[in-house]
């Protein structure tokens, strides 16, 4: 352990990872830190992952934000779950929503009842047995009072950062315009001990926090932390992200739309439309890339594209020495399942939770990172899932995701889905069993047989038991207002 106690913390970028960053340190544990935050104006963020998942929802109430303020701020829509179209095959279509399907019991989950139920001729998708499945394919949405809070968001990154640099700012984070040029560490234990910006000025710290995207320019291009690349098993590497003026009302899930070399996303806020196109740049060119994009918009285009080049994969250490890094200078895992923003969040509390008040401590550092990394590769198996469970071969790009070596932790969950059906969450693991039916049904993948214990229920006591489920989930969301209805009454946007 060191010596030095964390008095001042200098945060390294901005955007959403750097005012995420910022605003909760200050918030909740920065009373006698001195919390600094250094960007420039002249960088741009990605700011394109304007998808959320439900997670969000804890961090807003540590930091006791509105739900209304937020979203009337951010430009949000409500997002109730993801709609895959054409991947399984062209043509085929699902929804993987929030929220719990049916009732489970003891022994089994609910997907054993719904599995055996098929075989009794109840032939009704599984998403009917869930209100934000359903609620989802109707339009309908209302936050209600000591409602399970089982939505998400679409929002404005861009705003969204906005939105936080005031709430930290208000409670003493001090902003530092200036780029970095270089980065000054101590020539006896390699910790970073300044850094040096282009107006002169010479930022001391005791923590450093690497917000800075995939440059990386403190975690890697100063302490070399080194990197896991996973391209291997998720092939895409660019994206092209441009907006479009709203043509229609927007709907409570984002659209994710498989394409011959990758898949396009279509993301509905209160007044215009994200849009881009993730693709592998093996089997596509940018200039096929953008071509495609833009045919396949729906409203005018009102930015220009803009190219983001990733490559998918964790750091070896996302902790090293006094240097944290958070965001995507942490790593990337492609937005396909909205994760980004959730594990900055996670890499907020996890620091706050191991705060080196007192000095840094080898075993916090070690645990930090065993605890990100992880979790990491439980979201990528659940991405990868995706793309290697399918029914596609039209294109080389499906024909090598079918045929790649996937990770053995991976392999280990189809196999038990596909033989018995079985499927089990992990302490560390973000998707709960629900997520992972949906999309394991939604991509082609049916159990061979159903637990034993679904025996036990009578064709007629199946029957009713499935029909009361459906029929409560039905009367739940008929109840609902419209989507833009509710909206309009509950957190109309600002103008910006």
């Known amino acids: 352990m060191t010596e030095n106690p964390i008095k001042k913390v200098v945060i390294a970028g901005g955007g959403t990872a750097g005012w995420m960053t910022a605003a909760a340190l200050a918030k909740l544990i920065g009373k006698h830190l001195d919390i600094r935050l250094i960007e420039s104006d002249a960088i741009g963020t990605v700011g394109v992952g304007e998808a959320t998942i439900p997670t969000l929802h804890i961090f807003h109430q540590l930091l006791g934000l509105k739900e209304q303020e937020v979203m009337a701020a951010t430009n949000a829509t409500f997002k109730l779950g993801i709609m895959f179209e054409n991947w399984r095959d062209t043509g085929a279509d699902y929804l993987h929503s929030f929220g719990s399907l049916g009732k489970d019991c003891w022994a089994a989950q609910f997907h054993h009842f719904w599995r055996k139920g098929l075989e009794k001729g109840i032939d009704f998708e599984i998403g009917d047995y869930c209100k934000e499945h359903l609620a989802a394919r109707s339009h309908r949405f209302a936050a209600l009072p000591n409602q399970d809070r089982n939505h998400a968001y679409h929002l404005d990154a861009s705003l969204y950062a906005r939105f936080l640099r005031s709430f930290a700012e208000t409670h003493g984070v001090s902003r530092t315009e200036g780029q970095i040029l270089e980065v000054q560490l101590n020539r006896d234990n390699g910790f970073i001990e300044a850094l040096h910006l282009d107006t002169g000025e010479c930022v001391e710290g005791d923590l450093f926090v690497d917000c800075t995207g995939f440059r990386g320019l403190l975690i890697e291009g100063a302490l070399h932390s080194g990197y896991h690349d996973w391209t291997h098993w998720l092939p895409c590497d660019r994206a092209i992200a441009v907006q479009t003026a709203t043509v229609a009302p927007p709907v409570p899930y984002t659209r994710s739309i498989a394409r011959e070399s990758g898949w396009q996303w279509r993301i509905p806020l209160q007044s215009r439309v994200g849009n881009g196109l993730v693709y592998c740049s093996r089997y596509m060119d940018e200039l096929q890339a953008s071509a495609q994009l833009l045919e396949n918009l729906e409203g005018e285009p009102i930015s220009d594209p803009r190219?983001?080049?990733?490559?998918?994969?964790?750091?070896?250490?996302?902790?090293?020495?006094?240097?944290?890094?958070?965001?995507?200078?942490?790593?990337?895992?492609?937005?396909?399942?909205?994760?980004?923003?959730?594990?900055?969040?996670?890499?907020?509390?996890?620091?706050?939770?191991?705060?080196?008040?007192?000095?840094?401590?080898?075993?916090?550092?070690?645990?930090?990172?065993?605890?990100?990394?992880?979790?990491?590769?439980?979201?990528?198996?659940?991405?990868?899932?995706?793309?290697?469970?399918?029914?596609?071969?039209?294109?080389?790009?499906?024909?090598?995701?079918?045929?790649?070596?996937?990770?053995?932790?991976?392999?280990?969950?189809?196999?038990?889905?596909?033989?018995?059906?079985?499927?089990?969450?992990?302490?560390?693991?973000?998707?709960?069993?629900?997520?992972?039916?949906?999309?394991?049904?939604?991509?082609?993948?049916?159990?061979?047989?159903?637990?034993?214990?679904?025996?036990?229920?009578?064709?007629?006591?199946?029957?009713?038991?499935?029909?009361?489920?459906?029929?409560?989930?039905?009367?739940?969301?008929?109840?609902l207002p419209g989507h833009l209805d509710f909206l309009d009454h509950y957190c109309k946007a600002q103008t910006v």
């Open 307 to 479: 190219v983001i080049p990733f490559r998918t994969g964790t750091r070896r250490r996302h902790w090293n020495k006094n240097c944290i890094a958070i965001g995507l200078s942490g790593g990337f895992i492609e937005p396909l399942e909205s994760t980004s923003i959730h594990l900055i969040q996670r890499s907020v509390v996890r620091l706050m939770q191991l705060f080196p008040s007192r000095g840094i401590c080898v075993a916090d550092v070690n645990e930090f990172n065993a605890q990100t990394i992880q979790e990491m590769e439980y979201i990528r198996d659940f991405i990868v899932l995706h793309y290697h469970v399918t029914e596609r071969s039209d294109s080389k790009f499906w024909r090598y995701c079918r045929s790649m070596p996937i990770p053995d932790s991976l392999a280990h969950r189809l196999e038990m889905f596909r033989d018995s059906g079985s499927l089990f969450k992990y302490e560390a693991d973000l998707f709960g069993v629900a997520s992972w039916v949906q999309v394991m049904l939604g991509q082609g993948l049916m159990p061979a047989r159903h637990h034993p214990i679904t025996d036990l229920m009578g064709d007629a006591e199946l029957a009713s038991f499935l029909d009361n489920i459906r029929q409560q989930v039905r009367r739940q969301v008929d109840n």
